[in-house]
């Protein structure tokens, strides 16, 4: 089967033959429908999330079991399924506690190996994925079964983007009705946020972003005001939007310590500042230390929106069934398989909210 292939730092991805592994008792075979470019697959080819080539690329996906191991009982061949890099293993103390989002069982489920090289090389992947193949071998607890109609590209976002942003609404703040929400950063996640905000019933959605196109389809997706940041200090365009106190709510979603320490300075005393964007491995966050304790802030991380996949993505499917969530609006562009290295480039341009790989 063909697959993406992430073969070291900044070097063009080789998408190639590579033969997948027996599947085991416990794992699912998929044929991929699409699968989603995200920015972390971005950052484990440009170095910021350090990662040992070669391994498979792809953590946003959907598709259809081909076949199931002995021992798998959650899907059956011909289901529809979203895959999930949370691993929710169901057996943890995390998973024994509504904390799935942070299984204890995730790296030994997310490095089980299900593919070789020619060579004979083994192949990892991505979140214990590797969405951007033909085919894919996956732990069964990766995968959750969906009811729905909707087209694989639009179900593949919700494997990551949507779940992760909309999640960090519902979630991890749990924004209440009438809030006021500031969005740094509104690529695929980013505009996931803001369709949470909107959900949520936040009452002034603020969406901050240097891209026209991003800021434009926040703005049909919910948000309220743009701001580019290339044009207006975001954090006085925040302040003069919310009273001169700052936003109840403020997400950073692109991942710097500037931005990081701009979110905290926009979020009003006593509110809550959210963390998603993935920072690079050799960076810390500092922030005055008076400063943020008199300010009775809130800072919290999400990760993967705090999801509980098997409860959450059946919720997401209805969501978009019923039009509370709009998805056509994020897929900016489709590319086939062999065309992986030009969807990467549009990524990285920020030409796209999502490319997609079908
Ligand atoms: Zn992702
Ligand atoms: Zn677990």
Known sequence: MKAALFVGVNAPI?????????????DVVLRIGASGVCHSDLSLVDGTLPFPPPAILGHEGAGTVEAVGSDVTSVKVGDRVVSSFI???????????????????????????????????????????????ELMTVDERLVVPVESDLPDEQLALIGCGVTTGVGAV???????????????????????????????????????DPVELKRKTAATLGATDLVDPADSDPLAAVRDLTGGRGADYVFEVVGTPALVT???DMTRSAGTTVLIGVMKMTENITYHGLTFTYGGKHLVSSFGGSADPRRDFPKYVQMVEDGDITLDAMVSRRYKLDEVNDAFAATAAGEVLRAVLM
């Open 14 to 26: 080789s998408v190639e033959d590579v033969e997948p592994i027996p599947p085991g008792p416990r």
């Open 87 to 133: 691993a929710s293993c169901g057996e943890c103390w995390y998973c024994g506690h509504e904390l799935p989002f942070v299984c204890s069982e995730t790296m030994s489920i997310h490095t089980k190996l299900h593919a070789r090289r020619r060579d004979g090389t083994e192949l990892p992947s991505l979140g214990g994925l590797g969405t951007m193949a």
């Open 170 to 208: 519902l979630n991890t703040a749990q924004v209440k009705p009438g809030s006021s929400v500031a969005v740094i950063g509104c690529g695929g996640v980013g505009q996931s946020v803001v369709q949470g905000a909107r959900i949520a019933g936040a009452e002034r959605i603020i969406a901050i």
């Open 262 to 264: 701009q979110a905290i």
